[in-house]
């Protein structure tokens, strides 16, 4: 012990010492980086051209070693965190693309990420014009569901009819008249000017004919029900057929079929 303690007292020993350590830290400490940088990171990439707003699912992403030195840009290093989400509506991921933060959103994040993707094949987006008044004081929300009814006049009996037309329509947006969302900003106070909804082709057809009997009076308005709130919900559908019968009576759909 005191050979050891006169060892380390000496200044030359201890300087010696401090000299092979700190070598060693440098040595072990550049090694060290040198791994990193050149120790292969797994990320996901595109395995195929996404279009803006698209959907992005698990067969459009596959992964692939890179080395870290290639990671610019702080791209997305976990698959999970790019499948489910959305390509930004403003940009395209092209095939054998590493996810970028920017270019991958949720679908709330989207501009109409109420929207996309949220009805069945098959359906159609409708707008329908609203007021503040028809919309009962700003209280129909996306996710609510609306009957709708339709009023005319009929020019045969010269008398007015009114009845529900569609039963168990889904809101899907609710827009100002800007085409932002009414409910995006709970401090400022947005005026309705826009339902976003989606019907069956054929009854878009219906609707849209109906929206076009201005010399028939017609007036389209959303009547807000509690259908949902229980659970389940039946499909849209007709409530009415003699409405219906008359709509298709006084109107003709034409359809162009590509032939001449």
């Known amino acids: 012990m005191v050979g050891l303690k006169k060892f380390l007292s000496n200044k030359n020993t201890v300087t010696i010492i401090c000299v092979i350590l700190g070598i060693a830290v440098l040595y072990f400490g550049y090694e060290k980086r040198i791994e990193d940088q050149i120790q292969p990171v797994t990320v996901p990439y595109a395995k195929t051209r996404i279009e803006a707003g698209s959907l992005i699912t698990e067969d459009m992403v596959g992964t692939i070693e890179v080395p870290p030195a290639m990671l610019q840009g702080n791209p997305y290093t976990d698959m999970n965190a790019v499948v489910g989400k959305y390509a930004q509506a403003d940009s395209i991921i092209p095939e054998g693309s590493l996810f970028y933060g920017r270019s991958v959103v949720t679908k709330d994040e989207l501009p109409d990420g109420g929207i996309l993707g949220d009805y069945p094949d098959g359906y159609v987006l409708y707008s329908l014009d609203v007021d503040i008044n028809s919309t009962y004081g700003n209280s129909i929300l996306p996710g609510n569901y609306i009957d ?13 009819m009114v009845g529900k037309l569609f039963k168990n329509v889904r809101v899907l947006a609710v827009k100002d008249s800007s085409g932002n969302s009414v409910f995006n900003n709970q401090d400022e106070q947005s005026t309705p000017s826009q339902l976003i909804f989606a019907l069956p ?9 109906a929206s076009y009997l201005r010399s ?4 389209i308005t959303p009547v807000p029900t ?9 499909e849209v559908s007709i409530a009415n057929e003699e409405l219906k019968d008359w709509i298709n009576s006084v109107t003709v759909w034409t359809e162009n079929t590509g032939t001449e």
């Open 216 to 219: 028939y009076s017609t007036d």
């Open 201 to 209: 082709e054929d009854y878009w057809i219906l609707l849209t004919k």
């Open 148 to 160: 709708i009814y339709l009023k005319a006049t009929n020019s045969n009996t010269n008398k007015i």
């Open 226 to 234: 509690d259908a949902g709130n229980d659970g389940d919900v039946d």
